[in-house]
């Protein structure tokens, strides 16, 4: 789609030209102006037949004169009859068509004029045309074709529409790759591609000699010049931009929104040819993502490398991005894994190599340790044609799962690594890490494995020195991370009946999910295999399973969350078990739909003692709030995405919820509470600035006295009390003796502050100006009666 000027009426306007497909068969190009009270229809410029594959590309010029655009194999350029824009949508385009040896994933073109001693063709005496029009395409196996004075190469050609003669152009190839983005420099001396080598080139078109910027975050999706030349902006796949200086060719401007895998839209261009490997179509396992209790401004979430992060069918996502929810802007981007981001991405089969996918994060209370798993699983590609059995015993061997303790920097800064353990779950061969959970009041993580255990990991200080005869405080302390206790769930502790692991494995898989209580005095984890299983309770001071729950899970389990004191589990059903009372409040059948089981998330909202459920439906979401108390849901709404991370606000009531186009949702209450809660985007929430929080969005006086409701009398030191001042105040005719200089203080019940400034997250807070009416309302006095 392009928009080019037009005149309507008199008047100055735009018109849209923009490529459409008619049936199966055929696509139009067609102009809409813009003005829809001008009396004009849409104006169809030129059908073609659809081509079997490739994209849709479309350029015109500034006036709208000249249109270049390709389908699949097919490059055409358009040529309008009239010359001024008033006219232009009136007239006839005479088009030129040809076939270019591979499909056309980018495009450009660059218009000068003619020098004047060169408009007369002395060979054919006719006056070519005054306009020289430079085309480049880019194709789909990384070449780059370069077309200079097209259009008069076309007109001496002969017959228009088609170009049967081949049309000589200038090769240039250097993407292993399709060439995602062309442009041609202010001048026309250099040209600018991209493609999924994360490398800018600049090619010099005098020598063809490349010039390059490697090492980008992403691949280049799109390029701008600017009117001057004197910069260029550049689009990565990763959802960044970036502005750099043509002079110095190093970056003045860089911005990056959430990085986290999305789905695509569009046919990526590396796929118009058959690949090796496939790009994955969805994203089709939560992305672990966490807020840090210290720092709820601030969601880490984790990423990939931008295009790379699908090529290998699955989603990888091996680094950590920590993004600003105040400011809606990248702080940092760090590997919790290893990663290939300089290397060749494929193998010497053109398989894509795989990367670590970085499983579970969680913080710990304090905010200054943060947990995380990453596996790695080598693809089945790679392993040599044997045997099934022995296909999965090589595989499994070659497993990789760690489990990493980083130490958070001061105010948020890089992490560092302190304690890695090398297959923390093991029995005969690694096994995986099914569960990740914090401890909400004490430094302390517990993670559940398939070898059936779960294990409780704390810090532990070491006292260190340079020889026996130093005292160790001059040297300092490390801290290591150690497994303080284990506890196996693996069979039945209430009724002996044990689960033969080795045996069941060969026809499910395992399940199991782990949450601490809210006081952190026992784990409760969910563990079993394909439908079979039960909720263990684990005491963390002596890691014995003190109690086994049976029947609060069935099919697939999804996640375990505690609220309060209730127990809230997720799997093909929703159960709600009150510990106190020993007994299941209620239970509600999921609905089952197709892909559910892939994105079925649970979280839990301290603040308001109420849960969310996350259900994928189709292309979008469904999200529910529940009360423990009760199986109805208090709120249900339609995200129009699918949810791929669904967590709770640590200071205040609220869900905040990701989806798969990097878009973040907040769930919390009204501030004024006329309704119990509503969905919007952070989009909707207008944060043109930093948000203020909370506490300091609107100041009170300091000598205002803030109290709990109540109708107790209040005492000054000299023993005075409210009545003894009202009487002060009442001369002997009963008038009452109003002084204007001197007001009370406003007395304002706690919790309708509270109702107020704590009814969402800072970053989700209403306006100042909304702020200061809904406690200018509680401050103001009701109207005497008559």
């Known amino acids: 789609m392009v928009v080019v000027p ?28 813009d003005n829809s009270g001008s009396g004009r229809e849409p104006k169809p410029i030129i059908t073609n037949p659809k081509p079997k594959s490739g994209i849709e590309l479309l350029e015109a010029s500034s006036d709208g004169q000249f249109l270049v655009g390709a389908l699949g194999h097919r490059l055409f350029l358009g040529v309008a009859s009239h010359a001024t824009p008033s006219e232009w949508l009136k007239s006839q385009y005479n088009f030129y068509s040809f076939e270019v040896g591979e499909i056309i994933s980018a495009l450009d073109m660059r218009i000068q004029q003619r020098p004047l001693s060169t408009v007369v063709n002395k060979k054919k005496g006719q006056s070519p045309s005054h306009t020289v029009i430079d085309v480049v395409a880019g194709g789909s196996n990384g070449s780059i074709f370069v077309y200079r004075d097209l259009l008069s190469r076309l007109e001496n050609a002969g017959k228009p529409q088609f170009v049967k003669t081949a049309v000589h152009a200038q090769k240039l190839h250097w993407h292993r790759k399709a060439v995602h983005a062309l442009k041609w420099s202010h001048d026309g001396n250099y040209l ?51 502005i750099l200086s043509t002079a110095e060719m190093s970056p003045t401007t860089y911005v990056s929104g959430i990085q986290s895998a999305v789905t695509d839209i569009s046919i990526p261009k590396d796929s118009l040819v058959k690949r090796a490997w496939t790009v994955a179509d969805s994203v089709r396992r939560p992305i672990p993502a966490a807020i840090k209790p210290r720092d709820p401004s601030k969601l880490h979430v984790c990423v990939g490398n931008g295009r790379q992060a699908t090529m290998t069918g699955d989603l990888s996502a091996p680094m950590l991005q920590t993004f600003d929810l105040e400011n809606f802007t990248s702080v940092s981007r760090q590997a919790l894994a290893r990663t290939q981001p300089t290397h060749s991405n494929t193998t010497t089969k053109g398989f894509a190599v795989t990367e670590p996918v970085v499983s579970h994060i969680a913080f710990s209370a304090n905010g200054q340790w943060l947990a995380s798993v990453d596996e790695w699983r080598p693809s089945i590609k790679d392993v040599p044609n044997v045997g099934g059995d022995f296909k999965r015993q090589t595989i499994s061997e070659r497993y990789e799962v760690y489990l990493k303790f980083w130490q958070v920097g001061p105010e948020g800064g890089s992490l560092a690594l302190v304690s890695r353990i090398n297959a923390p779950h093991s029995t005969s061969c690694p096994e995986a890490v099914l569960d990740l959970a914090a401890d909400r009041s004490s430094t302390c993580f517990a993670t559940l494995g398939a070898d059936a255990t779960v294990r409780l990991w704390r810090p532990r200080s070491q006292s260190h020195a340079a020889d026996a005869g130093r005292d160790a405080s001059a040297e300092g302390t490390t801290i290591s991370w150690i497994c303080s206790h284990a506890a196996v769930v693996g069979n039945d502790a209430g009724n002996g009946t044990e689960i033969d692991l080795a045996e069941a494995e060969m026809e499910h898989t395992h399940e199991g999910a782990i ?14 295999l394909g439908d079979r299983g039960a909720v263990h309770v684990i005491d963390t001071a002596s890691g014995r399973v003190v109690k086994t729950l049976e029947g609060l899970w069935e099919g697939r389990l999804h996640s375990i969350r505690c609220l309060s004191c209730y127990v809230v589990v997720l799997s093909d059903n929703l159960c709600v078990y009150d510990v106190v009372g020993d007994e299941l409040r209620y239970g509600v059948v999921v609905p089952k739909t197709e892909g559910a089981h892939e994105l079925l998330q649970l979280a839990v909202d301290d603040c308001s003692g109420h849960f969310a459920v996350a259900l994928p439906i189709a292309g979008v979401s469904c999200i529910g709030v529940f009360d423990p108390e009760e199986s109805e849901p208090l709120l249900v709404r339609t995200i129009p995405h699918r949810i791929v991370s669904l967590l709770s606000t640590p200071d205040a009531s609220g869900f905040l919820v990701l989806d798969d186009a990097a878009q973040v949702w907040v769930v919390s209450k009204e501030s004024d509470g006329a309704s119990l809660m509503i969905a919007r985007s952070l989009q909707d929430l207008q944060l043109d600035g930093p948000a203020e929080k909370s506490e300091t969005a609107v100041p009170l006086p300091t000598n205002d006295v803030i109290m709990a409701a109540g109708d107790e009398t209040i005492e000054d030191e000299a023993g005075h009390t409210d009545e003894d001042d009202e009487q002060d105040g009442i001369d002997e005719d009963g008038d009452v003796d109003m002084d204007n200089d001197d007001f009370s203080p406003s007395v304002l019940p706690q919790q309708h502050l509270s109702a107020i400034f704590d009814a969402s997250p800072a970053f989700a807070a209403p306006s100042v100006e909304d702020l200061f009416y809904k406690v200018a309302d509680l401050l103001a006095t009701k109207p005497l009666s008559a």
């Open 515 to 528: 949450a601490f209580s809210e006081d952190g005095s026992v784990v409760f984890a969910a563990f079993g």
């Open 6 to 33: 037009s005149i309507a009426k008199g008047e100055q306007c735009d018109a849209i030209i923009m490529v459409e497909s008619r049936g199966q068969h055929h696509i139009d190009i067609v102009a809409y102006p």
């Open 192 to 242: 600018i591609s991209g493609g999924s080598e994360n490398t800018l080139v600049t090619w010099q078109m005098d020598t063809c000699k490349p010039d390059f910027l490697p090492h980008l975050s992403g691949s280049v999706e799109n390029i701008v010049v600017s009117a001057s030349g004197a910069s260029y902006a550049v689009h990565l796949d990763d959802n960044s931009a970036m």
